[in-house]
């Protein structure tokens, strides 16, 4: 079964550092784009970047770009998104997707990751 | 940046049609694709490059695309259609994706 397993919830302090893992199952991993999407409590998607495992192309939108940072790790099939320092607005939860091509739907979620950021 | 608007809401009575349009800039260029979010779920595709349906998903759920309006339509309307709905492109221009607001579904 093609699917995308991420890490579980995370509650952290204003200026902590995070890395959220989305792990891939039943596909080749480097044939695929693997995308990041924000939804903050209430609203709508947002989104934040993506990457081709393959070659690691990375692309960031410009709301998120310097914010984090997009990786991936073929050996292990899994991506990553990585915040250095956490603000109380990333407080949000976190989905990774996959894309067969840029211009493609994004066919497979992952469960969704929620992050707290509270002091 | 290239900008999506779909309206906040819809509502429609079980059995009949609902339709949520997605307006753009020329977006009959692109590349269409809307998402189905129920509370508390993960948003799911429904329709892919306009008009296609991943495997799954009912014939009730259809696409079109044209001019500036992309339009999501759904048949004879369920109560388990009630959810938020996204549109989303790729945009060329910018290099990157972009959302719809998206658009809450009632069912009455």
Redesign the interface.
Known sequence: EVQLVQSGAEVKKPGESLKISCQAFGYSFTNYWIGWVRQMPGKGLEWMGIIYPGDSDTRYSPSFQGQVTISADKSISTAYLQWTSLKASDTAKYYCVRQRGILYGMDVWGQGTTVTVSS | ?YVLTQPPSVSVAPGQTARITCGGNNIGSK?V?W?Q?KPGQ????VV??DSDR?SGIPERFSGSNSGNTATLTISRVEAGDEA?Y?C?V?DSN?????????TKLTVL
């Open positions: 940046s590349s694709h998402y979010q993960a948003p799911v595709l892919y490059d991943p938020d996204y989303q790729w910018s290099d990157h994706v972009v959302f719809g607001g998206g």
